[in-house]
């Protein structure tokens, strides 16, 4: 009986992304229509050139059109090597499409959406493994928010969007979508800084019918420009309220993403975190040109306040590009720090570095075309605290990205 009503729901929420979005694609088409039909109107009364001409465009042309100004798409196609001490190599195939939109539904307000692959259970990534012996994947929806803008100094965000904070993939991976409310608050040109935003953000992460809700409030200070621009500083603090409920989804297996937080009472039904979680998180971010070289280096540092030991994060970013003289190419290096307890490790990039792990990363993009470009990754880690298998592992990864 659970069963059928958790597909009814699944079902039920499919269908309600599946109408909201073909209402928003029939408002703007008719919208498109109207402007054409009035821009044609005006040309054919003026007696210009084209005047004769039925209409101005033709049917593809005012599809690429709409296309362009309201959606975007990519997908992405992976082979992944995995090495790891003490486990058999692996050598996995992986994809990943993704579909949004933003509609602009009011002078200062628009309407976000994306779908993406992947499992439900899993808010770190939106790749499917080619395996399942010729199973369907998974579609889901990833993002819808609303968006408002009544000034320059002040953006206010509602329902499931990105993470809206300054940040590398430390805490958080790129793939965490936030939900709840989000507010930005911009101040130009204050004495020697260029910019100063304060971004405040109020989160759910699961509401209790008995019991009280799990929560996440966060904010950020940002500072750019400081006495010259490129130079940027950000403070940030993420509060975590009954943040226990996320332990005992993991043991249940309701959550995914990776778990190396030491937990008590696991295998009980009663799982807890050995700590609470209250991060700092400390930014620092220089970006210039040298030699016509696009260049920047990012310096992070994040500490667990609530946990008595294995509590810090560290990284270190080194970015070259695009390199307009080598076909645009872009190359990376990072060093990775995590300790282990010093972030909730479902929702950091345990793609290259769960929490109990340091080591090295290092990528090449380089465009193929103008929607095309293909990736070189390599990870080299091993485990700061040494218990339990692989030690130490590292991973390569050639990847085509193609965006329409």
Request: hydrophobic share 40%; with cysteine.
């Amino acid at each position: 009986m659970y069963q059928t009503k958790k597909s009814k729901i699944v079902k039920t929420g499919l269908c309600t992304s599946v109408v909201l979005f073909s209402t928003v694609l029939l408002v703007q088409c008719i919208a498109w229509e109207a402007m054409a039909t009035s821009e044609g109107e005006k040309t054919q009364a003026a007696g210009g050139p084209n005047s004769s001409e039925p209409e101005d465009l033709d049917a593809s042309q005012r599809a690429k059109e709409l296309w362009r100004t309201y959606f975007s798409a990519d997908g992405r196609f992976r082979q992944e090597s995995i090495f790891r001490e003490g486990s058999p190599s692996r050598y996995r195939y992986r994809i990943r499409f993704r579909l949004g939109g933003s509609f602009p539904i009011h002078p200062h307000a628009d309407l976000g959406f994306r779908m993406v692959t992947g499992a439900t259970d899993d808010p770190t990534t939106g790749n499917v493994d080619l395996d399942g012996y010729f199973s369907k994947k998974g579609f889901n929806l990833d993002r819808l928010f609303l968006r408002y803008s009544p000034s320059s100094s002040l953006t206010l965000t509602i329902g499931k969007f990105p993470n809206p904070f300054e940040r590398v993939e430390l805490v958080f991976h790129n793939d965490v979508q936030f939900e709840g409310a989000a507010q930005q608050f911009r101040l130009n040109d204050v004495g020697f800084i260029r910019q100063a935003r304060l971004n405040l953000g109020q989160f759910i992460l699961a509401e209790s019918k008995s019991g009280a809700d799990t929560n996440l409030f966060a904010g950020q200070l940002l500072l750019k420009g400081l006495h010259f621009d490129g130079l940027s500083f950000g403070a940030m603090l993420y509060e975590y309220r009954n943040e226990d409920t996320i332990a005992q989804a993991v043991e249940d297996s309701r959550l995914g993403g990776g778990d190396t937080n030491a937990r008590i009472g696991a295998g009980t039904g009663t799982s807890i975190y050995q700590f609470g979680f209250r991060i700092v998180e400390w930014l620092a971010k220089y970006e210039s040109t040298i030699r016509s070289m696009p260049v920047r280096f990012i310096g992070v540092y994040a500490q667990n306040l609530l946990a008595d030991f294995d509590d810090t994060a560290y990284w270190l970013e080194v970015g070259v590009g695009p390199i307009s003289r080598l076909n645009r190419l872009r190359g990376l290096y990072h060093y990775v720090r995590v300790e282990r307890e010093s972030m909730i490790s479902n929702y950091n990039n345990a793609d290259i570095f769960n929490p109990n792990m340091q080591g090295h990363g290092f990528k090449v993009a380089l465009p193929l075309s103008e929607n095309v470009g293909a990736e070189a990754l390599y990870f080299v880690a091993k485990n700061i605290l040494t218990f339990g298998a692989n030690p130490n592992q590292h991973k390569t990864r050639l990847q085509i990205k193609a965006k329409f």
